[in-house]
Every structure is written in structure tokens, then in C-alpha cells.
């Protein structure tokens, strides 16, 4: 009789895991490494593409003859560190919690030798945001998930003529549907002075918001990002496909293309084409 109801005990423990969805396994794991006193916790995807290949490095144009175009390799390194920290969790006993995040993009051109091999381009985005937990079923068996409100800075931390640089007010808004993910991001810029704007038109091609699609299936990961291509009819937006799939442990393999404007800041009003192959430790999910 206790085996039976230790195996009762043991299905039903299986069949709560298994109806768990894959953004509520991230909190609960989220939640558990906040606890750790020595851990870091992933904020967006980090990975490493040590084969990045860039169709159409615009250097005559975009960096204005500071660099000369013979002196930049179309293949190149890219990677992106990204991380958050709790400030202030459970608020007035409410599922709402304070972050502090950061992410960082670098473009390595790592095999240019003949150069001492530099840093083309480093994006930095630190952004102080509060997250609101939620799990409300709506229509057609979609769930409202989680909403967030950023005050976000990204910039690439050099000086005139490559300086770029925007502050801006930002909300995710996520929702769920069996292995589908799909993540709403409008922005909003803040002005600055004509003198001070290193990018005025930089809404031009960023536009005020982006859409991100994810499917998660046997372990792999396939993630869309579309960004100002309705708002711009497909003139000036950017399209981003990523694929995580399992290799070994917590190493994953990363593929990665885009296509359109913005692939970095440098690079925001420039149209480029990359494909990378690479490694990732976490993924949105």
C-alpha cells in the first residue's frame, strides 16, 4: 500500500513538471540562483560566435574615413554578455521585483592580424527595470505572462564622429502558448539636443519597437526578431533568426543570421547581412 502511493505521489510530481511551462521554469531557476551568493544571472542570451561573417562592412561610409576600408575583415567575432541583478524582489508582497541589467555586443576582428586584430564596434546597454510576474489565461489558449518597464541606456562608448548613443523608456509585454513564446517591445526615445544627438534619425531605423517570436522544441531553441520592418514597410527594418540546440551540458550550439539596418550601433543606418556559428551558456528560455 505505501509503494502505491509513493508511485501515486511520484506520477503526479512527473505530471506537475511536465505541464510547467518553459517561462515559469526560467523564474523558478532564475529564483534559485538569486539565492546563490557567488552566481550571476543570465538576462539575454549569452553566446560567443567565434565565425561571424559580415557581408557588407560599410567602413568608407559609416566610419568616415577614420578607418581605412582595406584595414576591416569581413569575418570576425561576436559576442554578447548579458546579466541582471535584483534590487529590491517581492514588493509590498506583490509579484514585482526591481533589476538592475547590463548587456554587452562586441564585433572582434580577431583574425585581422595585420591590425592588432581590434574591437570594431562595442554596444553598452545598462537598463534599471521592474518585472511583474503574471499568469492570466486569455483567448484561444494564450497567457499573459510577465510585463516589464525599462529605463534603458545603449551607446558604443566612443568618441565624434563614431559616437552613437540613445536613452530611452521601454515595456515587454510576454505571452505563452504551449512551446510558443512571443514577447511585444514598444520604446519610446527621449529627445536630446540637436547638438548633442550623435543619431537623430536613429527611429528611422529602429523604429519604435520590435516583436520576438520563440519556439522551443526537443531542446532546441528557434527565435524570430522582427524589428521596424511593417512599421517602415520592409524599407528600413531588420529581421533576426536565431537557433540554440543542445551539444553538451550547458554548452549549446548557436547559429545566428540578420539581415537589415542596426546590426550594431555603428552600423544603424547601414544594411548588412551576418551569419554566425558559434556557442551559447543561456538562451532566452
Not at 190 to 195: D, G, L, V
Not at 202 to 221: E, F, Q, R, S
Amino acid at each position: 500500500m505505501r509503494l502505491l502511493f509513493l508511485l501515486i505521489i511520484s506520477l503526479f510530481s512527473i505530471s506537475t513538471i511536465a505541464e510547467e511551462s518553459a517561462i515559469d521554469q526560467r523564474i523558478a531557476q532564475e529564483k534559485k540562483t538569486q539565492k546563490l551568493l557567488f552566481s550571476i544571472t543570465p538576462h539575454k542570451p549569452n553566446y560567443l560566435l567565434p565565425l561571424t561573417y559580415n557581408s557588407h562592412i560599410q567602413s568608407e561610409r559609416t566610419y568616415k574615413d577614420v578607418i581605412d576600408e582595406e584595414q576591416l575583415q569581413q569575418l570576425e567575432v561576436k559576442f554578447q554578455f548579458s546579466f541582471k541583478a535584483p534590487i529590491l524582489t517581492d514588493i509590498a508582497d506583490l509579484p514585482l521585483s526591481l533589476y538592475f541589467g547590463y548587456t554587452q555586443v562586441s564585433f572582434w576582428q580577431a583574425y585581422n592580424g595585420d591590425n592588432s586584430s581590434p574591437f570594431r564596434e562595442t554596444n553598452y546597454e545598462p537598463e534599471v527595470f521592474a518585472m511583474w510576474h503574471q499568469n492570466r489565461a486569455l483567448a484561444y489558449g494564450w497567457d499573459f505572462k510577465l510585463a516589464t518597464l525599462n529605463l534603458t541606456h545603449q551607446s558604443n562608448g566612443r568618441a565624434e564622429p563614431l559616437s552613437r548613443s540613445w536613452n530611452r523608456i521601454e515595456s515587454s509585454l510576454i505571452f505563452e502558448k504551449g512551446n510558443m513564446t512571443l514577447a511585444i517591445n514598444p520604446w519610446y526615445r527621449f529627445e536630446e539636443n540637436t547638438s548633442d544627438d550623435d543619431n537623430p534619425d536613429l527611429l528611422d531605423y529602429y523604429g519604435h519597437g520590435k516583436v520576438t517570436a520563440i519556439y522551443k522544441a526537443d531542446n532546441n531553441i528557434f527565435t524570430l526578431i522582427s524589428r521596424n520592418n511593417i512599421e517602415s514597410g520592409f524599407s528600413k527594418g531588420a529581421i533576426e533568426f536565431d537557433w540554440s540546440f543542445p551539444i553538451h551540458g550547458k554548452v549549446r550550439g548557436y547559429f545566428q543570421l540578420f539581415a537589415g539596418y542596426g546590426n550594431s550601433l555603428i552600423e544603424y543606418n547601414e544594411y548588412t547581412n551576418t551569419i554566425g556559428l558559434g556557442i551559447s551558456l543561456t538562451d532566452w528560455l
